[in-house]
């Protein structure tokens, strides 16, 4: 597949360009218009189309258009398309309903908002109200959105367009085994990033501290992929110190790690809150917090969301939520992310530049270096895969706090023959480097 035939002269490229902010930044030295998309592929207003191997950073999570989801919002659309929180409304009750059976542990109560950003938010404050502290710790490498308390808490520089605005954020040692910050290889390290939880609390906070939120794998910092027993070592310790603990889903929910439907299940820890948006209603604007009834019950009765809980995005969700139980794309993920890891390990065999293959189920990353020994990063590669990967009709993610990580997250309805075929598109790219 080739979509280097037809140059794009995008009217809606260069509108972006002209009427939005420049900070809406855009992939590829000629960026594509994306006009419409079925099932694993998308194409642009050129006519080029291509194998969409990202999702829409891992949001649509069924693939484009996906016939089930389609029915069911153009019908929830003909009935009702808003109510805000205060009307109680079928799609926003069920799913409600059916979350709550789904998740791990205690998790009963759920508050529906627009976005990650949001539901992040909504955690920690409710965090911080049932505890009656105010420290949240995060993870270095970790991202939870772009509001000012989101950035506060993100460990990204490049994620930071203001210096720390919201206080009472901490960032404890990423589970970053490629790149340990203690220099020490696991097993050996005996969890020692896990470990300086304990002296982050009681040197750089009060000690009373409200939360720990972390990603299970680390989405935006090149799907950072911690020790099996990482949880369970840190999550001990924030409790021990009185805090309770958020698993951040955004990325990692919805099956998307392959045999669970939460990436945190992977590390038998049970959370008091969860986090999610973007696959959660295949590519319909929604956030959800859920949290066990004690955390819930601690938030004051008045608060409100005027789009929170829309039945269309519920009822979207609802379908989405569905459709993974009825095609067991949740196992899918395991099977076609295990062949698709072994696929990309081949690569980091054939190409030196390579210097780590991470992740679970379809959830799975490159890290590029300039030499393996020195581990220098290498993001002039990550660009030039991504403009050659783009010439085969192929599109991917990118990620890592140094730009060169590329990131994959197909929908959970890709095949063995979409990896094969997304995986020789990043063979001949590699080889033209």
């Given at each position: 597949m080739s979509a280097e035939n037809k140059a794009s002269t995008s009217d809606t490229v260069q509108k972006h360009k002209d009427f939005l902010f420049p900070s809406v930044t855009m992939y590829y030295q000629e960026p594509i218009a994306l006009e419409r998309g079925e099932g694993m592929h998308a194409w642009?207003?050129?006519?080029?189309?291509?194998?969409?191997?990202?999702?829409?950073?891992?949001?649509?999570?069924?693939?484009?258009?996906?016939?089930?989801?389609?029915?069911?919002?153009?019908?929830?659309?003909k009935k009702l398309t808003h109510t805000s929180t205060l009307y109680a409304n079928a799609p926003q009750s069920q799913l409600a309903a059916k979350l709550a059976e789904i998740t791990p542990g205690r998790l009963e109560k759920s508050f529906f908002t627009n976005s990650g950003t949001e539901a992040d938010e909504t955690a920690t404050q409710a965090a911080k109200l049932y505890t009656g502290r105010q420290e949240i710790i995060t993870l270095r490498h970790s991202y939870s959105g772009r509001s000012a308390a989101a950035q506060s808490a993100g460990g990204h520089k490049s994620w930071k367009v203001l210096p720390t605005q919201v206080a009472g954020y901490y960032h404890a040692p990423a589970p970053y085994c490629y790149r340990c910050p203690f220099k020490l290889t696991y097993p050996e390290c005996d969890l020692a990033c896990a470990k300086d939880m304990k002296e982050l609390i009681e040197t750089a906070t009060s000690g009373n501290i409200a939360a720990f939120m972390a990603e299970p794998i680390l989405g935006v910092g090149g799907y950072i992929t911690p020790p099996k027993e990482y949880f369970k070592e840190a999550v001990a310790i924030v409790r021990q110190y009185g805090g309770v603990f958020i698993t951040d889903e955004v990325q990692t929910g919805w099956g998307r790690t392959g045999d669970k439907w939460f990436g945190i299940e992977h590390w038998d820890v049970e959370p008091d809150i969860i986090t999610s948006a973007k696959g959660m209603a295949a590519g319909f604007p929604i956030g959800w917090t859920i949290a066990t009834p004690e955390v819930a019950n601690a938030v004051p009765t008045l608060t409100f969301s005027t789009f929170g809980g829309n039945p269309v995005s519920t009822r979207a969700a609802l379908a989405t939520i569905e459709v993974i139980e009825t095609e067991n794309l949740i196992h899918s993920a395991k099977v076609v992310g295990d062949h698709l890891r072994e696929r990309l390990m081949g690569l980091m065999e054939k190409y030196e530049i390579i210097g780590d293959v991470r992740g679970l189920g379809l959830m799975?990353?490159?890290?590029?270096?300039?030499?393996?020994?020195?581990?220098?990063?290498?993001?002039?590669?990550?660009?030039?895969?991504?403009?050659?990967?783009?010439?085969?009709?192929?599109?991917?993610?990118?990620?890592?706090?140094?730009?060169?990580?590329?990131?994959?997250?197909?929908?959970?309805?890709?095949?063995?023959?979409?990896?094969d075929e997304m995986v020789t598109a990043l063979d001949e790219a590699l080889a033209t480097i």
């Amino acid at each position: 597949m080739s979509a280097e035939n037809k140059a794009s002269t995008s009217d809606t490229v260069q509108k972006h360009k002209d009427f939005l902010f420049p900070s809406v930044t855009m992939y590829y030295q000629e960026p594509i218009a994306l006009e419409r998309g079925e099932g694993m592929h998308a194409w642009d207003d050129a006519g080029n189309k291509y194998l969409d191997c990202f999702g829409g950073v891992l949001t649509t999570s069924l693939g484009h258009a996906h016939p089930q989801v389609t029915e069911a919002v153009v019908d929830q659309v003909k009935k009702l398309t808003h109510t805000s929180t205060l009307y109680a409304n079928a799609p926003q009750s069920q799913l409600a309903a059916k979350l709550a059976e789904i998740t791990p542990g205690r998790l009963e109560k759920s508050f529906f908002t627009n976005s990650g950003t949001e539901a992040d938010e909504t955690a920690t404050q409710a965090a911080k109200l049932y505890t009656g502290r105010q420290e949240i710790i995060t993870l270095r490498h970790s991202y939870s959105g772009r509001s000012a308390a989101a950035q506060s808490a993100g460990g990204h520089k490049s994620w930071k367009v203001l210096p720390t605005q919201v206080a009472g954020y901490y960032h404890a040692p990423a589970p970053y085994c490629y790149r340990c910050p203690f220099k020490l290889t696991y097993p050996e390290c005996d969890l020692a990033c896990a470990k300086d939880m304990k002296e982050l609390i009681e040197t750089a906070t009060s000690g009373n501290i409200a939360a720990f939120m972390a990603e299970p794998i680390l989405g935006v910092g090149g799907y950072i992929t911690p020790p099996k027993e990482y949880f369970k070592e840190a999550v001990a310790i924030v409790r021990q110190y009185g805090g309770v603990f958020i698993t951040d889903e955004v990325q990692t929910g919805w099956g998307r790690t392959g045999d669970k439907w939460f990436g945190i299940e992977h590390w038998d820890v049970e959370p008091d809150i969860i986090t999610s948006a973007k696959g959660m209603a295949a590519g319909f604007p929604i956030g959800w917090t859920i949290a066990t009834p004690e955390v819930a019950n601690a938030v004051p009765t008045l608060t409100f969301s005027t789009f929170g809980g829309n039945p269309v995005s519920t009822r979207a969700a609802l379908a989405t939520i569905e459709v993974i139980e009825t095609e067991n794309l949740i196992h899918s993920a395991k099977v076609v992310g295990d062949h698709l890891r072994e696929r990309l390990m081949g690569l980091m065999e054939k190409y030196e530049i390579i210097g780590d293959v991470r992740g679970l189920g379809l959830m799975q990353a490159l890290e590029f270096v300039k030499d393996r020994k020195t581990k220098e990063p290498n993001s002039a590669a990550v660009l030039k895969i991504f403009e050659e990967t783009k010439k085969r009709g192929v599109l991917i993610g990118k990620g890592g706090l140094y730009g060169n990580c590329i990131r994959i997250g197909p929908p959970l309805i890709a095949t063995k023959d979409d990896m094969d075929e997304m995986v020789t598109a990043l063979d001949e790219a590699l080889a033209t480097i």
